[in-house]
């Protein structure tokens, strides 16, 4: 790494200057009861809900830690009131039927309201990944807009499929 093209001072202040003497990366982690570092997500991936910063990854980590939880996403969608609403695309343990029965959607929900407060929690059986794991939130973020016809190209992902049968738990 070099500098910012033009604006050395902007790459000084943005990298350097939050913890002196130190690179900020910009990335999220937490230590295990074991000593494991987990990189929990992109500190800059907030939502503003009503006023309030939410990180993304407080809310998948709150949604991850219900036993029925084995992936979770979580994605910003308008909303007329707050600005923005949390959308959450919650990938369940094998052998769970799709549609779950609503007592577990509102368990999830449950989960999340005691942590951070209220979401909306769509299921799915998996989320659309790259080939090396990568979550795309650009296409979950369009199928919370519901705006399906804006996807790009799916078929590069690891799981093309997985992206209709999305929408069509989401609903129309």
Not at 32 to 43: K, M, P
Not at 64 to 89: K, M, N, S, T
Request: charged fraction near 25%; charge should be neutral; proline fraction near 5%.
């Amino acid at each position: 790494m070099r500098t910012i093209a033009g604006d050395h001072q902007r790459f000084e202040t943005t990298y350097f200057n939050m913890f002196r003497g130190m690179y900020f990366t910009g990335d999220g982690c937490k230590r295990d009861a074991d000593g494991y570092y987990w990189v929990t997500g992109r500190v800059d991936d907030v939502i503003n809900l009503s006023g309030h910063r939410i990180g993304t990854s407080e809310v998948e980590s709150a949604l991850q830690a219900h036993p029925a939880c084995v992936e979770a996403a979580v994605v910003p969608v308008e909303h007329p009131i707050r600005g923005q609403a949390l959308y959450a695309f919650v990938t369940l343990m094998e052998g769970t039927k799709y549609p779950p029965a609503e007592g577990l959607r509102e368990e999830l929900c449950a989960t999340v309201r005691k942590a951070i407060g209220a979401i909306a929690v769509p299921d799915a059986p998996s989320l659309p990944k790259t080939r090396s794991g990568k979550i795309m939130r650009r296409i979950l973020r369009r199928i919370a807009a519901k705006e399906d016809d804006q996807l790009g190209d799916v078929s590069t992902l690891a799981e093309p499929s997985v992206v209709q049968l999305i929408i069509e738990l989401r609903g129309k």
